[in-house]
């Protein structure tokens, strides 16, 4: 009975050992983001089980998965609390190393999952966030017209008040001070009380001269935003029938949805020097919908901050319903997301344009975004090619997904860094889509 028992056992082993060896790990990337949070991707075919060790100053993530060959064994970046990594195999397991300058609290770090998605490529992944460094906002202050904090002093005690709290520090016969504002916004006074005097201080003609380009500045800008609503006014405020588009007779009053992929927890694709593709997408996306906006379109975004669109915690499928969702509401001609493409082989590099053939119209948008792209940059043609992704074949108007040069190439990461890359990219695409509902 005993020797069954055992032998029932190890057999249950080996079946452990064996699901937990159908995983394996293609990739392992790591980099510091806006608001300088570290964070590491580690990337598998399938999910797998792992832990999170911290010993002193090294902490070390442990997968219960084999290591791909060709994965990269150490990379640098650019973090006050871990400047490099080694990935290292150990027999079926992988284990990622990372010398810390300090040592974490529980609280500085946190990892979770996200599942393997086919309709997006996004392969299954493990997530560690290092949050020691991580800056935070500076609260905002506001200040009144008239203040009415008051400084005053007690010769018995010799402790400053401010609005009737006593100050950290002490002063020694310290005169009655009162400060107030005078007169309109645009020329201030300040009154200086010292002992029962008064004196009226005016501005100085430095802080005038500030006071009114401030002023000039939000006239502007109240001038434009009166323009640019004078411009659209009626143009969506009766809505099409749900799905009707428009595709010829020019771009202008046209009605576009733009998609910046990823965001909020999902960084989408991550570059050897820490570069993410929702922070890429983002930035082009926002160039575009100027672009767009200037040759008369009316365009909305399914994000315009680093965020989910569904919200924190969402499925994969609701992620992308909500972003298709914002197309349906506004009744969108047309339907643009923006991603930045990665591969295993670190030299293949260049655009593509993906499309689903729902109308007749899919492939001739997509084909006019990627003409104008290959055509005016000195980049791979990876072609027009036809896909069954969600958000470009569920939604009810012709729709695009644009993969714009490879971030896990290290010219082309470094080439979508820049200003130039970003802005030329969002024209050739907006020209792309003027071209198309001509």
């Not at 040592?103 to 996004?122: G, H, I, Q, V």
């Not at 005078?182 to 009226?200: F, L, Q, R, Y």
């Not at 669109?309 to 298709?324: F, H, M, N, T, Y």
Request: glycine letters at 6%; aromatic letters at 4%; one cysteine or more.
């Amino acid at each position: 009975m005993r020797r069954l028992f055992l032998l029932v056992l190890m057999l249950c082993c080996l079946a452990v050992s064996a699901v937990a060896s159908a995983a394996q790990v293609t990739d392992v990337k790591w980099g510091v983001d806006k608001d300088n949070m570290l964070r590491f991707v580690v990337d598998l075919t399938d999910a797998a089980p792992y832990k999170i060790e911290v010993n002193d100053k090294l902490m070390t993530v442990i997968v219960d998965a084999p290591l791909k060959e060709g994965v990269a064994k150490s990379s640098k970046t650019r973090s006050t609390v871990a400047s490099v990594m080694k990935v290292e195999a150990e027999g079926n397991k992988t284990l990622v190393k990372i010398p810390l300058s300090r040592a974490l609290k529980a609280e500085e770090y946190k990892s979770f999952t996200l599942r393997k998605d086919p309709e997006t490529k996004r392969p299954a992944r493990i997530v560690l966030d290092i949050t020691a460094e991580k800056r935070v906002a500076p609260a905002k202050t506001t200040t009144k017209a008239e203040p009415k904090a008051k400084v005053s002093s007690s010769p018995a005690s010799g402790t400053a008040v401010v609005g009737n709290k006593p100050a950290s520090n002490t002063l020694k016969k310290p005169p009655e001070v009162a400060v107030s504002l005078k007169g309109n916004v645009s020329s201030p006074t300040v009154s200086v009380s010292i002992g029962g005097g008064s004196v009226e201080k005016p501005k100085s003609d430095r802080e005038k001269e500030k006071e009114r380009k401030r002023l000039e500045r939000e006239k502007r800008k109240k001038e434009k935003e009166a323009k640019k609503k004078k411009k659209n006014k009626g143009k969506d405020a009766v809505l099409k029938p749900a799905g009707t588009f428009a595709t010829t007779g020019g771009i202008e009053g046209k009605i576009i949805t733009i998609d910046p992929g990823h965001g909020g927890s999902d960084p989408g694709a991550v570059g050897d020097r820490g570069t993410l593709e929702k922070n890429i997408t983002l930035e082009i996306s926002k160039r575009l919908k100027k672009d767009l906006e200037k040759m008369g379109a009316i365009v909305h975004m399914t994000r315009s901050t680093d965020t989910e669109v569904a919200g924190p915690g969402a499925s994969d499928v609701d992620e992308l319903q909500a972003r298709i969702n914002v197309a349906e509401k506004h009744r969108s001609d047309l339907f643009i997301s923006v991603h930045i493409n990665s591969s295993v082989n670190k030299k293949v590099g260049g655009f593509s344009t993906y499309y689903y053939p729902k109308t007749k119209y899919d492939a001739k948008v997509a084909k006019s975004i990627q003409d104008n792209l290959t055509e005016n940059y000195g980049r791979d043609n990876l072609g027009l090619r036809e896909a069954n992704f969600y958000v470009i074949k569920r939604c009810s108007m012709p729709a695009t997904l644009l993969e714009l040069c490879f971030i896990s190439n290290k010219k082309e990461e470094k080439l979508m860094r820049g200003n130039w890359f970003q802005t030329k990219t969002a024209k050739l695409i907006a020209e792309g889509v003027e071209r198309y509902f001509k």
